[in-house]
């Protein structure tokens, strides 16, 4: 009896521990969910402000060269460049955050793979209605988990890509002498008011991008609830 009363315990305080495991990984996952919705909508509403002024400021530099206003040109080329040059380190931040969630994504994809395994090994050995529920379960959680990654993968290679474009555009543009002849002042505002837009562009797309992250953000929360309302119906 005694040895039965030790086991109890024994088993009652795993069982304890594990679930104030499980609590704990809830908190941090609504906490982290919050934290990101919260960062996002923040950098979105950046974005679109620092979109404005740009688009503002092409057109005033635009105006500034027709009517030959060299003074108003140059000073505006330099704020400009500033600007472009904070969008490019703006945009290897994001290429860091980018890499960040990559290799979280293929340690999540790494976790559902195992958990999904461990659930295919409970049906074989009983094929109860519960196993089967968590088996379907692990398996939308790991297919998930997959397309998230290649979503990942994806969404890095086209950050890399449209930050090396911005490079490319802001040193075309610091490189160009707005001082020469009024003979090439057309052609030269042609040229570059198209790599301005372009640029301007770019900063459209981080744009959807971070709205895309925001949904994705959105889901992650809602199909963490779902996990979370799973695991209280045991």
């Not at 635009?62 to 060299?70: G, K, L, M, P, Q």
């Not at 999904?116 to 790991?142: Q, T």
């Not at 160009?176 to 198209?194: C, W």
């Not at 562009?201 to 889901?219: G, H, N, P, V, W």
């Amino acid at each position: 009896m005694k040895t039965l009363k030790i086991m109890t315990v024994a088993f009652l305080s795993l069982t304890c521990s594990l679930t104030n495991a499980q609590n704990l990984k809830d908190k941090k996952e609504k906490l982290d969910n919050k934290y990101a919705i919260a960062i996002g909508k923040k950098q979105l509403r950046k974005d679109i402000r620092q979109l404005e002024a740009f688009e503002k400021k092409i057109t005033a530099f635009e105006d500034a060269f027709i009517s030959h206003n060299t003074k108003r040109v140059k000073a505006l080329k330099i704020d400009i460049l500033s600007d472009m040059k904070r969008e490019i380190k703006q945009s290897e931040r994001k290429i860091e955050q980018d890499r960040i969630e990559l290799k979280q994504s293929q340690t999540e994809l790494r976790n559902s793979k195992r958990e999904f395994n461990k659930s295919k090994r409970d049906v074989l050995r009983r094929n109860s209605a519960k196993n089967r529920r968590e088996f379907r379960d692990e398996k939308r959680d790991k297919n998930n988990d997959r397309r998230d990654l290649i979503d990942d993968k994806r969404d890095l290679k086209i950050q890399i890509a449209r930050t090396e474009r911005q490079k490319e555009i802001y040193k075309e543009i610091k490189a160009f002498n707005f001082l020469a002849k009024r003979a090439s002042g057309k052609r030269k505002l042609m040229t570059n008011s198209k790599l301005l837009n372009e640029f301007a562009k770019t900063m459209r797309a981080d744009i959807t991008s971070t709205k895309k992250e925001l949904k994705e953000d959105y889901q992650e929360m809602n199909e963490d609830k779902r996990e979370r309302r799973e695991n209280f119906r045991g």
